[in-house]
């Protein structure tokens, strides 16, 4: 199974490899590239228009895993641990409770 840790580790070489020499920066403008292809595939899934429905779902799915690839690039670029930022901010977001107080989510603790 590819965790966010194995595959930050099996990315560094292949970044090194293909992109040495970049600034830490770059993965992010690939980061908001992705996204701008998965919000333009879902538009012309919704609008049903410029491809079929497997393809704009193809396109989507494409898009979300390329998000995760660039995501752990520029956790790598920037010396941060892809697996820990996930499992430090799920830990806080699984706690709250947006049905139980949609101020500000957070458990009432009595």
């Known amino acids: 199974m590819l965790t966010p840790k194995k595959l930050q580790e099996e990315q560094r070489p292949w970044v090194k490899h293909n992109f040495g020499g970049r600034r830490a920066w770059y993965p992010l403008l690939g980061l908001m590239e992705e996204l701008g292809e998965i919000a333009h595939a879902f538009l012309k899934r919704e609008q049903g ?16 895993g390329d998000v995760v690839i660039f995501l752990a690039d520029f956790c790598s670029a920037n010396d941060l641990d892809f697996q820990e930022c996930v499992e430090v901010t799920w830990a806080k977001v699984k706690q709250r409770d947006w049905k139980a107080n949609p101020l500000n989510g957070e458990k009432d603790i009595q």
């Open 49 to 64: 228009i410029r491809g079929t429905e497997a393809e704009h779902l193809e396109a989507i799915k494409d898009g979300v």
